[in-house]
């Protein structure tokens, strides 16, 4: 289960900005301003956004099965990009990719619940959050070189296809648990109370902040730098993936920090600092010797906070699998609109100014949320710990025979 697990966040990684590096081609093949190109990044952060707090309250009667398998195939369904006639289909392809994080990101945290003890979810969290990066890394770093080589909508399909895969391997082998079959559900007053406690309206809008800047960034700094700086769209790519590299090492040490920190608050101090800081430096300083190392320091800051962030809602006062649920689907979002308009801004900030300062400044400034949230969230914010037991059913299961 935790391959599977690890297998579907690697795949998620692989397809959310692909496109980023390539937006220039799309630009010049389909007529396009840069705020209508932005939409194929910030489009399936949008579908993600809206299903995200719906996803949450009614996982509980989709249940886990069911949820992961819609996430699979709407990833494999991707692999249908190369198909595209047009740049509407395409964008409309993209799009279910949304569809594909809302469900297994917020089936994932209840899954943790049911078969991993309260340290190991914290380890799993660090994992998953690692192998997400990686699979950023891995698209944003390589999908201009494979554009060399194919058209570049053929490379967006290539990503997709480990989908298929992992759609036949989650229908062999996943499995939940069977003690119970009851339907577990959440009142909206009680997704209400959940939404309203300090903690978790911190942690929303820290996740927001520091997210709308990663997606701004990544989405538009492969551009910035070939049209400001002079740099190939390759080599920009290069330096955009390291953010999502390096935040997979940062990540690990968010995980192994949590460990042995007892408060978060310390951790989401810490990481707000860095990715302010980071954020700041990628576009201010003009030359590599300056933006080589904030593109580093923005990377471990906009992903040593994940572990400790995502754990919380599972430590908190009352929790259930169903408020971690509602939780993760919360923070999925608030921050997927936040995502979702930070490349549009940029793009017509950068339409209307000729500059990227403009819409890279208000995203830079957004990020320093996690630092707020980090002095401002309260000391007696982790609960003692009753956590669901391993094995034990966070939702009834839907699978027959199972």
Not at 89 to 118: H, N
Not at 174 to 179: E, F, L, N, V
Not at 202 to 214: M, R
């Amino acid at each position: 289960m935790a391959a599977l697990i690890l297998s579907a966040q690697l795949c998620v990684g692989l397809n959310v900005f692909p496109v980023s590096p390539l937006l220039p081609l799309a630009i010049e093949d389909y007529e396009i301003n840069r705020a209508t190109a932005g939409l194929l990044v910030s489009l399936p952060l949008l579908v993600a956004a809206t299903l995200g707090l719906p996803s949450g309250i009614l996982l509980a009667r989709i249940g886990l099965w069911r949820a992961f398998t819609l996430g699979w195939l709407s990833i494999a369904l991707v692999s249908c990009s190369a198909l595209a006639p047009n740049f509407i289909t395409l964008l409309l392809i993209r799009s279910v990719i949304g569809l594909g994080f809302a469900v297994m990101l917020t089936a994932t945290g209840p899954l943790l619940m049911e078969w991993f003890r309260p340290k190991e979810i914290l380890v799993m969290n660090a994992l998953t959050t690692a192998v997400l990066s990686l699979g950023i890394a891995l698209s944003v770093a390589t999908a201009s070189p494979l554009a060399e080589i194919m058209a570049w909508q053929k490379a967006l399909s290539i990503y997709a296809f480990p989908g298929v895969l992992g759609l036949a391997a989650w229908l062999a082998f996943a499995r939940t648990s069977g003690a119970s079959h009851r339907v577990v559900g959440i009142s909206l007053r009680e997704v209400g109370s959940v939404l309203r406690s300090r903690a978790v309206i911190l942690l929303l809008a820290a996740d927001a902040g520091v997210l709308s800047q990663y997606t701004a960034f990544t989405g538009w700094l492969p551009t910035f730098y070939n049209e400001e700086r002079g740099i190939s769209l390759s080599e920009g790519g290069f330096i955009t993936g390291i953010l999502p590299f390096v935040g997979m090492f940062g990540v690990l040490a968010g995980g192994a920090l949590a460990l042995r920190v007892g408060s978060p608050k310390t951790i989401l101090t810490v990481s707000g600092i860095c990715a302010g800081l980071g954020g700041l430096g990628t576009f201010l300083f003009p030359g590599l010797g300056g933006i080589y190392p904030s593109i580093i320091i923005m990377g471990i800051g906009s992903w040593l906070y994940a572990p400790a962030l995502l754990t919380l809602p599972m430590q908190m006062d009352g929790s259930t699998p169903e408020r971690v649920a509602v939780v993760w689907g919360s923070l999925l979002t608030f921050t997927g609109f936040a995502m979702f308009l930070a490349p549009i801004i940029v793009g017509s900030l950068r339409d209307v100014s000729g500059s990227f300062f403009p819409g890279f400044a208000v995203f830079a400034a957004a990020s320093w949320a996690l630092l707020m949230a980090g002095i401002l969230l309260p000391k007696d914010v982790v609960a003692s710990q009753s956590q669901t037991a391993p094995g034990r059913p966070a939702f009834d299961n839907p699978k027959p025979d199972a």
